[in-house]
């Protein structure tokens, strides 16, 4: 089982890079750098391979409408040359609020673009000339819809490789689907292992039927916040008002992806009530109601025996990386946490 972090931007951000080496000593594997609408993440895990040398490096997630196919295609490729092959893509359909609250693209068609962009990319990689004529990206643009100039080109560049490892973020069934199939890596938000073959089971096996087997085994991307100790209960505090954002607040009714999960965990009231608080403006009233059962059963929080279990949890659901957010006063105590959950994980 891989050791995964999101980065974190508490003391700031080159100061956070520059504790990454003791991440790294002490046995983390690759980090998660997310990009919703703050500095880009690209700029950011360029500054970060510069500083480090055995981290993998993941985008934790680009969302696809930001970029074009072939631009996300030259962006991997660039860093997985300047990480010397430790680069991960990480891809996702972020949602509304972000794709046309603060890009202006139209949220349409999420898993059609996804696809194609898969399919652009590896073939970018492989440095064919990029031929493409999908439903949603057409590659080069037919002369009839533009000036007539354009031609097939190829990457000028060799790519360190010709497969660079495809992780998409997905928890709705069909998103989910499609991950099993084209992806090498999955990465759901608000892990709970004892129910994750329940909601998500049937959309696994069905694109692990189609899946080409030349792609590996699906590595299940399991996130979790991170706590030992017999006195640390108090961290799930910490999970209550992100809940409370994506649960309440990260779409309107009936298009909060993170909403219809909660729901598929069995906790209908509490998420229509949460999402009715949080649209209100009452953000705080919302938190409060975030089940503390939810928080407990989607953290590695507790006694050094329970986090153990827990551990063993994600495994048997099929977990293949942990990604942790450690939780403690100090950077020293954080990483003595990675440390720790390396020796309960292996």
């Known amino acids: 089982m891989r050791i995964g972090m999101a980065l974190g931007y508490a003391g700031g951000f080159k100061e956070t890079v520059a504790e990454l080496a ?14 919703a609408y703050s500095f880009d993440a690209v700029s950011q895990m360029g500054y970060i391979a510069a500083k480090t040398e055995r981290l993998q490096i993941a985008s934790g997630i680009l969302p696809i409408y930001s970029r074009t196919p072939a631009l996300l295609a030259m962006t991997a490729a660039g860093m997985d040359y300047v990480s010397g092959g430790r680069f991960t893509l990480g891809l996702g359909a972020s949602g509304p609020q972000v794709v046309e609250g603060f890009h202006g693209v139209p949220y349409t068609a999420p898993l059609g673009r996804t696809r194609e962009i898969v399919e652009i990319c590896r073939q970018v990689w492989r440095r064919e000339r990029l031929v493409h004529e999908g439903r949603h990206y057409t590659v080069p643009v037919p002369a009839d819809r533009g000036t007539g100039l354009g031609k097939p080109l190829k990457i000028i560049n060799h790519p360190v490789r010709e497969r660079v490892p495809i992780v998409i973020a997905a928890i709705g069934p069909k998103n989910v689907e499609l991950c099993a199939e084209i992806a090498e890596g ?5 892990y709970m292992p004892e129910k994750a073959a329940e909601v998500w089971g049937p959309s696994l096996a069905a694109g692990k039927a189609r899946r080409d087997p030349s792609l590996g085994e699906l590595d299940v991307i399991g996130q979790a916040a991170l706590a ?24 309107a ?3 909060n992806f993170y ?3 909660a729901r598929r965990y069995g906790y209908e009231k509490e998420a229509e009530e949460i999402q009715n608080l949080y649209l209100d403006g009452r953000k705080q009233e919302a938190a409060a109601l975030v089940p503390r059962q939810l928080l407990e059963a989607m953290s590695l929080i507790g006694p050094e025996g329970h986090v153990r279990d827990r551990i063993q949890a994600m495994k048997e659901s099929g977990v293949t990386t942990l990604n942790v957010t450690p939780l403690a006063h ?15 994980a292996s």
Do not use: C, Q
Not at 22 to 35: C, H, R
Not at 337 to 343: G, K, T
């Open 259 to 261: 909403n219809d999960l």
């Open 186 to 190: 999955w990465e759901p938000i608000f």
């Open 330 to 344: 100090t950077h020293e105590e954080r990483v003595r946490l990675i440390e720790r959950v390396r020796d309960l």
């Open 253 to 255: 009714k009936g298009r």
């Open 22 to 35: 003791d991440y790294e000593k002490a046995g983390l594997d690759i980090v998660f750098v997310a990009e």
């Open 228 to 251: 030992i100790g017999d006195d640390v209960s108090g961290w799930l505090e910490f999970g209550r008002p992100m809940a409370a954002l994506y649960i309440g607040g990260m779409g």
